[in-house]
């Protein structure tokens, strides 16, 4: 199934198989700031120090590629103040985080129709994209309106168009093909997905991709997810055999 999985370089964690690319919906956040009896952008501030934390840990340890669900299509039926905020928070954490994540020489990419987002976001994440895009260390892929089911519709009408033109033919389409004209064809298939918050759903994140990825839920809030806890989902996917649906 490919080239072996690199081992961890961390000593506690030497003999553990890291995986190669790691996704996360990043749940909790508002459920956070709740339980300290602070409004919801708090916990939502606090959800983007967690993922500048998990980013460096990712990285430091030889994490090829993580995905995180930072704001899904759905997430637009939110209260416009929320969305207006998250909106913001998303531009001044690019602005604010950029130039240590270019130092640490991480690859930024967006996930989603990120071009549908009100100005200057669009900009700002073409700009941070432009600017990382000879990074080779950690390839970070934040999910912004992005749902899955939207992304295999828009991969099926590129598909169709190339069937038109006459440029492939309808017995050309097979799974190889459907996740080459996905939104993350330059990704491979996550080994692993985390949700935090302890949910048990997918909530419409990589589904194609998903196809025999290794789930963990946790009950820990996103703004708590730490390396500790990172290393927990870690061990836990150690622990499993993966049988790819045999």
Do not use: C
């Amino acid at each position: 199934m490919g080239n072996p999985l690199p081992k961890l370089e961390n000593t506690e964690l030497s003999e553990k198989i890291l995986p190669n690319h790691i996704a996360i919906i990043m749940d909790g956040n508002r459920r956070w700031a709740q339980s300290k009896n602070l409004p919801s952008m708090f916990g939502h501030r606090e959800g983007v120090q967690a993922l500048k934390k998990i980013t460096r840990y990712a990285s430091d340890i030889g994490i090829k590629y993580l995905t995180v669900y930072a704001f899904s299509t759905e997430n637009w039926n939110r209260k416009k103040d929320e969305v207006d905020f998250l909106m913001f928070l998303i531009q001044e954490a690019i602005q604010n985080e950029f130039e240590e994540m270019h130092q640490n020489n991480v690859k930024l990419s967006v996930l989603g129709f990120y071009e549908d987002l009100p100005a200057p976001l669009p900009k700002v994440l073409n700009d941070a994209m432009e600017r990382t895009k000879n990074n080779t260390g950690l390839k970070l892929q934040v999910a912004i309106n992005y749902g899955s089911r939207a992304e295999i519709i828009h991969a099926v009408k590129e598909i169709s168009k190339k069937v038109q033109s006459g440029e492939i033919k309808t017995e050309d389409i097979d799974s190889d093909l459907i996740s080459k004209n996905l939104l993350t064809k330059n990704f491979p298939d996550p080994e692993l997905l985390i949700r935090t918050g302890g949910e048990q759903r997918i909530s419409n994140y990589l589904l194609w991709q998903s196809a025999y990825t290794e789930f963990y839920s946790t009950e820990t809030l996103w703004p708590s997810f730490d390396s500790k806890e990172l290393d927990k989902a870690i061990d836990e996917y150690n622990r499993r055999h993966r049988r790819f649906g045999v």
